[in-house]
Protein backbone atom coordinates (compact mmCIF):
# COMPACT_ATOMS: atom_id res chain seq x y z
CA UNK A 1 0.00 0.00 0.00
CA UNK A 2 1.06 3.51 -0.69
CA UNK A 3 2.38 5.72 2.37
CA UNK A 4 3.74 8.34 3.26
CA UNK A 5 5.82 9.65 6.00
CA UNK A 6 7.11 13.58 7.25
CA UNK A 7 9.32 12.30 10.31
CA UNK A 8 9.75 15.82 11.34
CA UNK A 9 6.36 17.00 12.94
CA UNK A 10 7.69 20.71 13.77
CA UNK A 11 10.93 22.71 12.43
CA UNK A 12 11.80 26.22 14.40
CA UNK A 13 14.24 28.03 12.07
CA UNK A 14 15.31 31.71 12.75
CA UNK A 15 14.68 34.07 9.29
CA UNK A 16 17.21 33.40 6.52
CA UNK A 17 18.36 30.02 7.48
CA UNK A 18 18.24 27.35 5.16
CA UNK A 19 15.73 24.41 5.93
CA UNK A 20 14.76 20.95 4.60
CA UNK A 21 11.75 19.33 5.13
CA UNK A 22 11.94 15.47 4.31
CA UNK A 23 9.93 13.37 2.71
CA UNK A 24 9.80 9.92 2.53
CA UNK A 25 7.20 7.45 0.20
CA UNK A 26 5.88 3.57 -0.17
CA UNK A 27 4.31 2.39 -3.44
CA UNK A 28 3.94 -0.67 -5.55
CA UNK A 29 3.27 1.30 -8.75
CA UNK A 30 5.92 1.63 -11.27
CA UNK A 31 4.29 4.88 -12.00
CA UNK A 32 3.56 7.68 -9.40
CA UNK A 33 3.46 10.99 -8.74
CA UNK A 34 4.78 13.35 -5.82
CA UNK A 35 3.40 16.52 -4.85
CA UNK A 36 4.20 19.18 -2.15
CA UNK A 37 1.30 21.36 -0.90
CA UNK A 38 1.57 24.42 1.54
CA UNK A 39 -0.99 25.29 4.16
CA UNK A 40 -0.39 28.42 5.90
CA UNK A 41 -2.31 29.73 8.86
CA UNK A 42 -5.19 30.54 6.86
CA UNK A 43 -5.68 27.13 6.35
CA UNK A 44 -5.87 26.97 2.90
CA UNK A 45 -3.83 24.08 0.95
CA UNK A 46 -1.54 25.89 -1.86
CA UNK A 47 0.03 23.72 -4.41
CA UNK A 48 3.54 23.78 -5.02
CA UNK A 49 5.13 21.15 -7.15
CA UNK A 50 4.43 17.93 -8.56
CA UNK A 51 7.30 15.48 -10.14
CA UNK A 52 6.47 12.28 -11.72
CA UNK A 53 8.40 9.43 -11.22
CA UNK A 54 10.32 9.52 -14.43
CA UNK A 55 12.02 12.32 -13.78
CA UNK A 56 14.46 12.76 -11.16
CA UNK A 57 15.75 16.13 -12.13
CA UNK A 58 16.33 18.39 -9.33
CA UNK A 59 14.14 21.36 -9.08
CA UNK A 60 14.71 24.85 -8.29
CA UNK A 61 12.01 27.77 -8.40
CA UNK A 62 13.41 30.92 -6.68
CA UNK A 63 14.01 30.28 -3.21
CA UNK A 64 12.32 26.78 -3.02
CA UNK A 65 14.13 23.86 -4.79
CA UNK A 66 13.10 20.11 -4.29
CA UNK A 67 15.01 16.72 -4.72
CA UNK A 68 13.99 13.68 -5.50
CA UNK A 69 16.10 10.32 -4.90
CA UNK A 70 14.06 7.18 -6.68
CA UNK A 71 16.92 5.05 -5.09
CA UNK A 72 15.71 6.03 -1.30
CA UNK A 73 12.50 7.16 -1.89
CA UNK A 74 12.45 10.41 -0.69
CA UNK A 75 11.26 13.92 -2.56
CA UNK A 76 12.51 16.84 0.03
CA UNK A 77 12.01 20.44 0.05
CA UNK A 78 14.78 23.26 0.65
CA UNK A 79 13.91 26.79 1.08
CA UNK A 80 17.00 28.71 1.49
CA UNK A 81 17.55 32.07 3.33
CA UNK A 82 13.35 31.25 4.50
CA UNK A 83 11.43 34.45 5.33
CA UNK A 84 8.34 34.59 8.04
CA UNK A 85 6.04 34.15 5.36
CA UNK A 86 7.22 30.59 4.90
CA UNK A 87 5.62 29.53 8.34
CA UNK A 88 3.03 27.06 7.35
CA UNK A 89 2.81 23.37 7.27
CA UNK A 90 4.11 21.36 4.18
CA UNK A 91 2.66 18.35 3.08
CA UNK A 92 3.65 15.67 0.81
CA UNK A 93 1.83 13.31 -0.56
CA UNK A 94 1.79 10.66 -3.34
CA UNK A 95 -0.43 9.25 -6.13
CA UNK A 96 -0.19 6.06 -8.24
CA UNK A 97 -1.15 5.95 -11.92
CA UNK A 98 -1.61 2.14 -12.25
CA UNK A 99 -3.03 0.63 -8.51
CA UNK A 100 -6.22 2.25 -8.57
CA UNK A 101 -5.00 5.07 -6.26
CA UNK A 102 -5.46 8.11 -7.58
CA UNK A 103 -6.30 10.58 -5.02
CA UNK A 104 -3.68 11.63 -3.27
CA UNK A 105 -2.15 10.14 -0.03
CA UNK A 106 -0.60 13.09 2.33
CA UNK A 107 2.13 12.58 4.98
CA UNK A 108 1.15 13.84 8.47
CA UNK A 109 2.80 17.42 7.64
CA UNK A 110 5.51 19.45 8.95
CA UNK A 111 4.97 22.57 10.68
CA UNK A 112 7.83 25.42 9.86
CA UNK A 113 8.38 28.35 12.10
CA UNK A 114 10.45 30.89 10.51
CA UNK A 115 11.07 33.20 13.46
CA UNK A 116 12.19 37.33 12.48
CA UNK B 1 -6.75 31.99 -5.55
CA UNK B 2 -7.05 27.96 -7.08
CA UNK B 3 -10.23 28.59 -8.35
CA UNK B 4 -11.97 26.28 -6.76
CA UNK B 5 -15.09 27.81 -4.08
CA UNK B 6 -16.62 26.27 -0.96
CA UNK B 7 -19.34 26.98 0.86
CA UNK B 8 -20.08 27.78 3.30
CA UNK B 9 -16.58 28.53 5.26
CA UNK B 10 -17.83 27.80 8.45
CA UNK B 11 -20.64 25.40 10.09
CA UNK B 12 -21.68 24.69 13.17
CA UNK B 13 -24.18 22.42 14.17
CA UNK B 14 -25.36 19.46 16.62
CA UNK B 15 -24.78 15.76 16.78
CA UNK B 16 -27.83 13.82 15.27
CA UNK B 17 -27.96 16.44 12.70
CA UNK B 18 -27.49 17.19 8.79
CA UNK B 19 -25.41 19.49 7.00
CA UNK B 20 -24.49 19.75 3.01
CA UNK B 21 -21.17 21.15 1.46
CA UNK B 22 -20.98 22.48 -1.07
CA UNK B 23 -18.10 23.17 -4.13
CA UNK B 24 -18.06 24.28 -7.43
CA UNK B 25 -14.51 23.04 -9.55
CA UNK B 26 -11.82 25.35 -11.78
CA UNK B 27 -13.57 25.68 -14.76
CA UNK B 28 -12.88 23.27 -17.20
CA UNK B 29 -12.06 20.90 -14.44
CA UNK B 30 -14.08 17.27 -14.68
CA UNK B 31 -12.94 15.90 -11.24
CA UNK B 32 -13.42 16.63 -7.84
CA UNK B 33 -12.31 15.20 -4.98
CA UNK B 34 -13.29 15.76 -1.18
CA UNK B 35 -10.90 15.27 1.55
CA UNK B 36 -11.49 15.73 5.31
CA UNK B 37 -8.44 17.07 7.55
CA UNK B 38 -8.56 16.17 11.71
CA UNK B 39 -6.30 16.55 13.90
CA UNK B 40 -5.97 12.50 14.80
CA UNK B 41 -6.26 11.23 11.21
CA UNK B 42 -4.72 14.35 8.80
CA UNK B 43 -5.22 14.64 5.57
CA UNK B 44 -7.53 11.95 4.39
CA UNK B 45 -9.49 10.78 1.08
CA UNK B 46 -12.85 10.52 1.19
CA UNK B 47 -14.30 9.97 -2.73
CA UNK B 48 -13.82 11.53 -6.47
CA UNK B 49 -16.62 12.32 -8.65
CA UNK B 50 -15.52 12.40 -12.14
CA UNK B 51 -17.75 14.10 -14.37
CA UNK B 52 -21.10 13.41 -12.78
CA UNK B 53 -19.81 9.78 -11.98
CA UNK B 54 -18.37 8.51 -8.91
CA UNK B 55 -14.67 7.40 -9.57
CA UNK B 56 -13.06 6.19 -6.30
CA UNK B 57 -13.57 6.03 -2.74
CA UNK B 58 -11.63 6.05 0.10
CA UNK B 59 -12.51 6.34 3.67
CA UNK B 60 -15.67 7.25 3.64
CA UNK B 61 -18.21 6.39 6.20
CA UNK B 62 -21.66 5.10 5.32
CA UNK B 63 -23.43 8.32 6.72
CA UNK B 64 -21.52 10.28 4.48
CA UNK B 65 -22.65 10.65 0.38
CA UNK B 66 -21.64 12.90 -2.40
CA UNK B 67 -22.80 13.67 -6.00
CA UNK B 68 -21.84 15.89 -8.26
CA UNK B 69 -24.26 17.77 -10.84
CA UNK B 70 -24.51 18.17 -14.66
CA UNK B 71 -22.93 21.66 -13.87
CA UNK B 72 -20.21 19.77 -12.36
CA UNK B 73 -20.51 21.66 -9.24
CA UNK B 74 -20.21 18.84 -6.38
CA UNK B 75 -22.17 18.38 -2.76
CA UNK B 76 -20.89 16.67 0.56
CA UNK B 77 -23.93 15.31 2.48
CA UNK B 78 -23.10 14.52 5.96
CA UNK B 79 -26.01 12.90 8.03
CA UNK B 80 -26.33 11.81 11.71
CA UNK B 81 -23.10 13.71 12.48
CA UNK B 82 -21.24 12.65 15.83
CA UNK B 83 -18.19 14.73 17.81
CA UNK B 84 -15.57 13.08 16.07
CA UNK B 85 -17.22 14.53 12.48
CA UNK B 86 -15.75 17.88 13.50
CA UNK B 87 -12.80 18.56 10.62
CA UNK B 88 -11.62 20.78 7.93
CA UNK B 89 -13.68 19.60 4.51
CA UNK B 90 -11.70 20.35 1.65
CA UNK B 91 -12.70 19.85 -1.80
CA UNK B 92 -10.03 19.79 -4.62
CA UNK B 93 -10.31 19.54 -8.40
CA UNK B 94 -8.46 18.55 -11.62
CA UNK B 95 -8.90 18.18 -15.38
CA UNK B 96 -9.57 14.84 -15.73
CA UNK B 97 -9.51 11.09 -14.11
CA UNK B 98 -6.02 11.89 -11.85
CA UNK B 99 -3.74 9.53 -11.27
CA UNK B 100 -1.29 12.24 -10.93
CA UNK B 101 -1.28 13.48 -14.46
CA UNK B 102 -3.24 16.31 -13.82
CA UNK B 103 -2.63 18.13 -10.43
CA UNK B 104 -5.44 18.90 -7.86
CA UNK B 105 -6.26 22.49 -6.42
CA UNK B 106 -7.96 22.66 -3.24
CA UNK B 107 -10.36 24.88 -2.01
CA UNK B 108 -10.40 27.01 1.13
CA UNK B 109 -12.26 24.33 3.04
CA UNK B 110 -15.17 24.22 4.97
CA UNK B 111 -14.92 23.74 8.78
CA UNK B 112 -17.34 21.89 10.59
CA UNK B 113 -17.60 22.43 14.26
CA UNK B 114 -20.27 19.49 15.81
CA UNK B 115 -21.53 20.09 19.39
Known amino acids: AQKVTQAQTEISVVEKEDVTLDCVYE???????LFWYKQPPSGELVFLIR??????QNEISGRYSWNFQKSTSSFNFTITASQVVDSAVYFC?????????????FGSGTRLQVQP | DSGVTQTPKHLITATGQRVTLRCSPR?????VYWYQQSLDQGLQFLIQYYNGEERAKGNILERFSAQQFPDLHSELNLSSLELGDSALYFC??????????????FGPGTRLTVL
Open chain 2, 92 to 105: ASSESTGGGTDTQY
Open chain 1, 93 to 105: ALSERYTGRRALT
Open chain 1, 27 to 33: TRDTTYY
Open chain 2, 27 to 31: SGDLS
Open chain 1, 51 to 56: RNSFDE
